[in-house]
C-alpha cells in the first residue's frame, strides 16, 4: 500500500523573518531575512530564506507584508492555582498595609479547589498565553505545599499536555510547618517529591530570606536531581542572596529574578550554563527595583524574559508587554529582548528544537501586525499577534 505523502505550507510575503540563526540574512543575532518566506513540513520549519528563493509547496499563505518572529518561550510562570488577590494588589498600589497573608492565600484557595476549577483555570491562561504568541509555557506547583496537593497540581498539568512542569514544592513554608521549617525541607525533598517526580521535568526552590536558605535549597535540589528532575532556583530576587552562586553549583538550567546580583554573581553566570531569566512583569507589579539586565548582557551572560504569571506578584501572561518593559526600563534594545523571550527561554529550558525559525525547529511561530518586531516595543500594549502557527498547525 502506498504511504500518504506529507503536504507542504509556504508562508510568504513576509516583510522580515526573525530565525535566531545567526547563519541567516543578516547574519546579526537574530538572523533577519528581509521580503521572506519560510516553509513548514510535518510540524516543523522545512525551508527559510528570501521569497524569491522559495521551493513550490501544496499551499501557500500570504503573510501580507506582516512580520514573523518564533513563538514565544515563557520559561517562568505559576498558572496552578485557585483564588483571587485583587485586593492584595490594590492595597499595594494604594499606599494601604495588607495583611491578608500574600501567598498563603492561594495556597488555601488551591487546597479547597476541586480538579476541574484548578484545570479550568490552566487551560485559560495557557489559550490566553496562545493567543499572545506564546507557544512553549513552562509552569509550577508551589500553592499545595502538601504531598497530596502538590501531586494533584502537576497531575493536572500533564493531563493538559504541558511538555515543561516544575516541582515546586519549596515555593514557602506553609502555615502547618512554621516552627518547624527543617521538617518541612524534609517533607519537600522525601515524601512530596516521591509523590510529584513523575510528573516534573524540573525542581526549583524559592531561595530567600523568609523562604528556604541556601542549605534548605541545597537539600531540596539535590534530592530533586537524585530523582532525575533538572533544577531551576528563584534566586536574589528580594536581597543579595545565595540563590545565583547555588543554582551555578547545582547546574541549574535558570536562576530566575536576578535582581540583586554581585560582580561575583554575575562572572559566575557568564562563566556557567546557567542563564538568567528576568521578571520585569514582577517588579511591575509590586514597584520594586528593575534588574539591570544591561550589567548582564555585557558580561556575556545568557538572559531570557518572561512573565511569571502568577496571581500575586505578577499576574500578566504577555510577552509582549514584558518586551517592552524591559526596553523600555531595563536597558535591552528591542532585538535582545525579542531573542530573550523566544531563543532565551528555549536556553532556560534547554530545548533546541524551539525559539528559532530554521531547518529542523518546530514551526512554532506567529505573525504581527507591524513589518518588524520592533513594534513590539515601539507599541506597548497594542494586541500585534495576528496568526500563531504551533508544531505547524494554524491555532484559532
Known sequence: ????????????????????????????????????????????????????????????????????????????????????????????????????????????????????????????????????????????????????????????????????????????????????????????????????APYARWVDVFCEEGAFDEDQSRTILTAGKAQGLTPRVHANQLTHGPGVQLAVEVGAASADHCTHLTDADIDALANSATVATLLPGCEFSTRAVYPRARRLLEAGVTVALSTDCNPGSSYTSSMPFCIAIAVREMGMTPDEALWSATAGGAQALRRTDIGRLTAGSRADLALLDAPSHVHLSYRPGVPLVATVWREGVRQG
Open 1 to 196: 500500500m502506498p504511504q500518504a505523502t506529507s503536504r507542504t505550507l509556504s508562508l510568504t510575503n513576509i516583510a522580515s523573518l526573525v530565525t535566531n540563526d545567526p547563519a541567516q540574512g543578516d547574519g546579526g543575532p537574530l538572523g533577519l531575512i528581509e521580503n521572506a518566506a519560510l516553509v513548514i513540513e510535518d510540524g516543523k520549519v522545512a525551508w527559510v530564506g528570501p521569497t524569491d528563493r522559495a521551493p513550490a509547496a501544496d499551499e501557500t499563505y500570504d503573510a501580507g507584508g506582516r512580520a514573523a518572529i518564533p513563538g514565544f518561550v515563557d520559561s517562568h510562570s505559576h498558572l496552578l492555582y485557585a483564588g483571587d488577590r485583587t485586593q492584595e494588589f490594590n492595597a499595594r498600589m494604594s499606599g494601604r498595609p495588607y495583611t491578608a497573608g500574600g501567598i498563603r492565600t492561594t495556597v488555601r484557595a488551591t487546597r479547597e479547589a476541586g480538579d476541574a476549577e484548578l484545570a479550568a483555570t490552566l487551560k485559560a491562561h495557557l489559550r490566553e498565553m496562545l493567543a499572545q504568541g506564546t507557544t512553549t509555557v513552562e509552569t509550577k506547583s508551589g500553592y499545595g505545599l502538601s504531598p497530596e496537593h502538590e501531586s494533584r497540581a502537576l497531575r493536572l498539568a500533564a493531563e493538559s499536555g504541558l511538555e515543561e512542569i516544575t516541582y515546586l514544592g519549596a515555593h514557602i513554608v506553609p502555615p502547618e510547618y512554621a516552627e518547624d521549617p527543617d521538617g518541612y525541607t524534609a517533607l519537600v525533598a522525601g515524601e512530596m517529591l516521591q509523590a510529584c
